[in-house]
Structures are given as structure tokens and as C-alpha cells.
């Protein structure tokens, strides 16, 4: 696996969400959500229509089921107007995978997955190695520069120890440049 950044400019993330919106509504949550959530590819890939609708709205709150806890993560407006947008144009049923293929038989796979962001990361002039854990440190990058607590970050990725969480979100020096307070990609 080779080493990617996450996206540091919020200019370049606005040109990948026009690209990503204008190809594919799929795609365009696909990476709304991974910017906004922190979620991992698989874990993104596994989830279902009813993991993201109740009724016929977005959830607040998605609910992650890891090996030894369960994780609710909040579902901001971007992602939950990316979720309403692509939903209204699909027929689902509760159990069909939220990111289903072309073929309807499952998810799309982490190798397309990886196209996508690709993709739109060479459309908006992004030329640095990116690939589906770019929008999980992306998130972070952020996240930690609007003033998210390094802790939250690290729990959320679960890293062993501070330090692995700042080199995950390519953070060299943290004194460099103070956070803000407010994510809202």
C-alpha cells in the first residue's frame, strides 16, 4: 500500500465535490461522506440503504458496529443533502448496499472506489498520491485544524498513541499554525 496525504486545500475538495456532483450522485456521496465521516473504505462500502435512511429521511446518526464497541457517528447537512440527493433518484430496498454497482449485486469494490477518487483528484489538478484513505485523513486534516481535539481524532481512527494520529492526518508540527474551530466541509 503506498503512502497517501490527505487533501490540505479546501479549494481543491470543492472542485473534486463539482466534478464528482456533475458524473455521479453515487460517487459525488461517496466521497462527501468519507470526508465528513473518517469512515473507512470497507466500511463505507458494506453499508446499507437502511444504514443511512429511517423512513424516507437521512439519519442523524450513522452506527458502526466495530469488533468491540459500537460507534454512532453524526451525519452532518452535506452529507445528509448528498444522501437525500441520491436516494430520491434510485429504487431501493432496505437491504440493498448503499453504494451498489452497476451490475446490482453488491458494492462497488475498493478498486473502483479508488477510480473514483483518482479520478476526481487528477480533475482538479491534484497530482499527489491519492487513494481511498485520502478522504479518511482528509477528515482528520480538517477536523483538526478547525480545532477537533487530537483525542477524538485518535479514537476515531483508533490509533495507539497521539503522535500516529497527527503523522496519519500529515500533521509535522503541530505549533506551525493554530486550529480554528469550525468543520464544515
Do not use: C, W
Request: cysteine-free; overall charge positive; proline content about 3%.
Amino acid at each position: 500500500m503506498e503512502f497517501v496525504e490527505p487533501i490540505r486545500q479546501v479549494e481543491k475538495i470543492l472542485m473534486m465535490k463539482r466534478y464528482l456532483r456533475k458524473r455521479s450522485k453515487r460517487d459525488f456521496l461517496l466521497f462527501v461522506l468519507g470526508i465528513n465521516t473518517g469512515l473507512r473504505i470497507s466500511q463505507m462500502l458494506e453499508l446499507l440503504y437502511s444504514d443511512v435512511i429511517d423512513e424516507s429521511s437521512p439519519r442523524d446518526f450513522l452506527v458502526i458496529n466495530n469488533k468491540s464497541q459500537t460507534e454512532k457517528i453524526h451525519l452532518n447537512k452535506n452529507v445528509k443533502q448528498a444522501i437525500h440527493s441520491y436516494v430520491k433518484q434510485m429504487n431501493y430496498s432496505k437491504d440493498d448496499y448503499l453504494f451498489l454497482s452497476s451490475n446490482k449485486k453488491g458494492p462497488i469494490t475498493r478498486q473502483q472506489a479508488y477510480r473514483i477518487i483518482n479520478q476526481a483528484a487528477l480533475e482538479a489538478g491534484i497530482f499527489d498520491k491519492v487513494g481511498t484513505h485520502t478522504l479518511r485523513k482528509t477528515f482528520g486534516y480538517h477536523g483538526y485544524k478547525q480545532g477537533v481535539a487530537i483525542s477524538l481524532l485518535q479514537r476515531r481512527f483508533n490509533h495507539e498513541t497521539r503522535g500516529a494520529t497527527l503523522r496519519y492526518i500529515g500533521i509535522s508540527d503541530e505549533k506551525s499554525e493554530p486550529p480554528q474551530i469550525n468543520v464544515n466541509l
